[in-house]
């Protein structure tokens, strides 16, 4: 079945760093979504993505999805120490379920 | 801004119970999905839900598992008999489109005994 490989699986960055985390798949998908999940709670989207080479940014998120329409990266510019968390990519397939990568976890120290 | 609702936050079970899972998607939202969980791992899809059928499955979502959407804004997930290893976090999710953003629900805590 189709999946994710996300990397890398855990960050450990100094606040004020820039930091980078990417997927890839050997399938297509649609649409790739970038999620941000804190614990005990549900992902929050951040960025969507949905055409090949597609560039997008929310603030200090910047994401972009391959233009092979199979991978995508994540960067967050400048991190403070409420970047921390779990950060999880996702594509949807053409039935529009997501497929999750297996996260980053990000730790910033202040 | 409009948001998806679950409830309870935290569902404690027996073995063998049956447990409801309620999920309100957003309201003008017409595809609705629910996704599991477990401790440490990632979220995996369970099945997706549209003009009251059910779109796709996988694997995890066997004969225990069943869907509704008994009213306007209700969805509900039911494991009939439920297992030591349903222990997980249950989210729900909807999309205004079948290939457009999903948008996630604070999810249910599933602990079952």
């Known amino acids: 079945g189709q999946q994710l490989n996300q990397s890398p699986q855990s960050m450990f960055i100094q606040e004020g760093e820039d930091v980078s985390m990417n997927c890839t798949s050997s399938s297509i998908f649609n649409t790739w979504l970038w999620y941000k999940q804190d614990p005990g709670e549900g992902p929050v989207l951040l960025i969507a993505l949905y055409k090949a080479g597609e560039l997008t940014s929310n603030g200090r998120l910047t994401a972009q999805f391959g233009i092979t329409r199979k991978d995508s990266f994540l960067n967050i510019s400048a991190s403070i120490p409420s970047d921390v968390g779990i950060y999880f990519c996702?594509?949807?397939?053409?039935?529009?379920?997501?497929?999750f990568g297996q996260g980053t976890e990000l730790s910033v120290k202040p | 801004e409009p948001e998806v609702t679950q409830t309870p936050s935290h569902q404690v079970t027996q073995m063998g119970q049956e447990v409801i899972l309620r999920c309100v998607p957003i309201?003008?939202?017409?595809?609705f999905y629910w996704y599991r969980q477990i401790l440490g791992q990632k979220v995996e899809f369970l099945v997706s839900f549209y003009n009251n059928e059910i779109s796709e499955k996988s694997e995890i979502f066997d004969d225990q598992f069943s869907v509704e959407r008994p009213d306007g804004s209700n969805f509900t997930l039911k494991i009939r008999s439920t297992k030591l290893e349903d222990s997980a976090m249950y989210f729900c999710?909807?999309?205004?489109?079948?290939?457009?953003?999903?948008?996630f629900g604070p999810g249910t805590r599933l602990t079952v005994l």
């Open positions: 999710a909807s999309s205004d489109t079948g290939t457009d953003t999903q948008y």
């Open positions: 996702a594509g949807t397939s053409r039935k529009g379920k997501l497929i």
């Open positions: 309201s003008n939202h017409l595809y």
